[in-house]
């Protein structure tokens, strides 16, 4: 399979896709929170799921780059809804050759289905992220599934993620988080200007849908102006029709 880099010039064919990739980048470790990236896969016309899955979007090299992201971050963190929504792996193979992602999972509510759900590769740690305000109830049923890691609670009562951050690199050690969504958490993370660097893979389909159906990468209120970033391009890549687009955000936001 040719792998072309189109951006930034000159363009040329690489071995894979962000090979050299580094997280958190030279110049960033002593930075107060991980370094996080969003990871993320649409169709042409913007569609992240497909009858409420998105394990149909992406090509065997999309899924590459996912596990060469995933192997270069110290954990790798999803909504609930993710988990919901369709059967998955947080992890890596043990050819991939490095120490699994602490694989940590969000929520509110406490509607996590793990055992069902979750794919765990071998020697993987998990963690759920639940705020200070979840009812001892739904503590107790989530620490009988995985060890519960508790976080100060936003104006909401849902997690406030910029303290979760912040206590995730302190008493855990995560020095860099991908984010493989969903839409709901990649938006909260989003409008509090808590990510670094987004990767969007544009897998080549049209896959239409009425509004209501048609999930996109962030799902919440549009971006007030004053918060909407211009995000800078850092690389293009092109494998079989598809496109892989590296951006990063405006550095005063985080
Ligand atoms: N194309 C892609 O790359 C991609 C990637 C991932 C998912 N998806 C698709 O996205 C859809 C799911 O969308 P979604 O928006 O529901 O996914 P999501 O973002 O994974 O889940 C949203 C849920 O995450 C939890 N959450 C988010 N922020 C929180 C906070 N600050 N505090 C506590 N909990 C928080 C809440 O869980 P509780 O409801 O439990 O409180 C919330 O309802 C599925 O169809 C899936 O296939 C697509």
Redesign the pocket.
Known sequence: MKVLRLYPPPGREVSAIYEDLDLPPTGRRDAAGPYVVIN???SVDGR??LE???AG?GSRIDRRTMRTLRSRADAVM?????LR??RLSLGLDPADGVPQPLAII???????PLEEHLIVKGGQEILILL?DAAPSRVVEQLRKLAPVMRAPA?STG??D?GRALLALKAERGVQSLVV???????H?LISHSLVDELFLTVAPELLGGAAEQT?TLL?GPTLPARDRPTLDLLSIHLADGEIFLRYSFPKDRT
């Open positions: 993320t896969v649409s992240t799921a409420g899955k998105a979007l999803i909504g609930a809804g993710t929504a369709e969000v929520t509110n509510t406490g509607d996590v705020s936003d849902a997690v993620l493989e969504g969903g839409p709901g958490l990649s909260a999930l799902r």
